[in-house]
């Protein structure tokens, strides 16, 4: 009977770090999209003090959030992200504005692939 309350209980725990994990993973992705997705609005207003705001607030974001989803997810797929993301200031400097929007939409939807396919869903499964 010991053994089936330390099976309960190692079985407790793991759904509760795959749960915080989850939820970790869910609401920085979640944070960057909206940012992303800020950062795109402005700049499709064409205000560049407040683009070059936003850009800077994701840039931030990114750094504080990019440990985190490195422990949480594959590699390979933050390497397009981060690409996308950091060359956010390049575009900026050279006032690229076409290249920015097109970094801004890949980042966009490579979070939301993302997110997608961290998802507990049948489909991720099998």
């Known amino acids: 009977?010991?053994?089936?309350?330390?099976?309960?209980?190692?079985?407790?725990?793991?759904?509760?770090?795959?749960?915080?994990c989850f939820y970790t993973f869910n609401r920085k992705i979640e944070a960057l999209y909206t940012a992303t997705e800020e950062l795109l609005i402005e700049t499709?207003?064409?205000?560049?003090?407040?683009?070059?705001r936003k850009m800077d607030d994701l840039l931030a974001l990114w750094e504080k959030s990019t440990v985190a989803l490195h422990m949480l997810t594959m590699h390979h797929g933050m390497?397009?992200?981060?690409?996308?993301?950091?060359?956010?200031?390049?575009f900026w400097e050279c006032e690229d504005r076409e290249g920015f929007q097109e970094a801004c939409i890949r980042a966009k939807?490579?979070?939301?692939?993302?997110?997608?396919?961290e998802r507990v869903a049948l489909k991720n499964i099998f």
């Open 109 to 117: 939807e490579q979070l939301k692939n993302l997110q997608d396919s």
């Open 44 to 52: 499709q207003q064409g205000k560049a003090t407040a683009q070059k």
């Open 79 to 90: 390497e397009e992200i981060e690409l996308n993301i950091l060359s956010l200031p390049d």
């Open 1 to 20: 009977m010991k053994r089936f309350y330390i099976a309960v209980a190692l079985l407790v725990i793991a759904v509760a770090a795959s749960s915080v």
